[in-house]
């Protein structure tokens, strides 16, 4: 178990959570690749680098109030973290509320985020895409 790289997750979704980019930024590696399979219509598949990452979370941040993400639970599978979160905001002059449960897959080196694999419906199907079994 690599408890430095749970502590990493866990420290990206407290800075996420803050509003902090620039934080969250700096736990990215320079060339994070980040794969969300259940985008928004909007936004490509693929981001590249850290400052797509951070443009695409400022849009979030534009486009919902109350924008929290929570970590239910998480398989340690070094060095890859596999987490159960759910995604809740309410939309800015709307008011219509998302609360989007989904397994994403963070891959870690040295300290770093290096890739990310976003959307998946369970844990199951995110440690099947990193090649382990669950």
């Known amino acids: 178990m690599s408890q430095e790289n ?5 420290q990206a979704l407290a800075l996420a959570n803050s509003g902090d980019l620039e934080a969250v930024a700096d736990l990215y590696h320079p060339d994070v690749e980040l794969r969300d399979l259940q985008h928004p219509p909007d ?22 109030d109350n924008f929290e993400i929570e970590l239910h639970d998480f398989v340690d599978a070094d060095p890859w973290i596999i987490g159960d979160v759910s995604w809740r905001a309410t939309g800015k002059g709307s008011e219509a509320s998302i609360d989007w449960r989904v397994a994403e897959a963070y891959e870690v080196m040295d300290g770093k985020i290096v890739r990310v694999l976003a959307g998946f419906a369970n844990v199951g199907e995110a440690l099947k895409a990193v090649g382990l079994k669950e």
Not at 6 to 10: C, G, K, Q, R
């Open 6 to 10: 749970v502590d990493l997750l866990v």
């Open 43 to 64: 936004a490509p598949e693929v981001l590249k680098g850290r400052a797509a990452i951070v443009a695409a979370w400022q849009q979030w941040l534009d486009s919902f």
